[in-house]
C-alpha cells in the first residue's frame, strides 16, 4: 500500500513560518522524487519544489527561491517543506507527490504534476493578518 500523509498546515502571519511534513510508507522513499505542489482556489496545481531520490538535489518554483526549503529523512520515511517568509499568496492547500526520479529536472515543465502519483488529501496553508 503506497501512500503519502500531508501535515503541518494551519494560519500563519505573513513574514511567519510553517514546516510541512510528508509522511511515506507502502514503498522505498529512497527510490523515488518527492514533489510539493499547491493549488489554490480557482487556479491550476503548481509545483513548488521537489527533492531527488540519489544525491538529494532540490528544485523549487521561481516564486518560492530563496523562502522555501526541501529536506528528506528516507530512514523515517519523512519529507518536510521548511516555509518561510510566508506571503498572501502562498495561501493554498499543499501536495506531496511521488514521481520517478528523472522528473525533478522538469519541475517548471507545465502539468509536470499529471506524471507524480500517489496523492495525498493534502494540508492548508492560510497566510493572513
Not at 491550476?44 to 518554483?61: F, K, N, W
Amino acid at each position: 500500500q503506497v501512500q503519502l500523509v500531508e501535515s503541518g498546515g494551519g494560519l500563519v502571519q505573513p513574514g511567519g513560518s510553517l514546516r510541512l511534513s510528508c509522511a511515506a510508507s507502502g514503498f522505498t522513499l529512497d527510490d523515488y522524487a518527492i514533489g510539493w505542489f499547491r493549488q489554490a482556489p480557482g487556479k491550476e496545481r503548481e509545483g513548488v519544489s521537489c527533492i531527488s531520490s540519489g544525491d538529494g538535489s532540490t528544485y523549487y518554483a521561481d516564486s518560492v527561491k530563496g523562502r522555501f526549503t526541501t529536506s528528506r529523512d528516507n530512514a523515517e520515511k519523512m519529507v518536510y517543506l521548511q516555509m518561510d517568509s510566508l506571503k498572501f499568496e502562498d495561501t493554498a492547500v499543499y501536495y506531496c507527490a511521488l514521481a520517478q526520479p528523472p522528473l525533478c529536472s522538469y519541475l517548471h515543465t507545465p502539468r509536470i504534476y499529471r506524471l507524480f502519483g500517489s496523492w495525498g488529501q493534502g494540508t492548508q496553508v492560510t497566510v493572513s493578518s
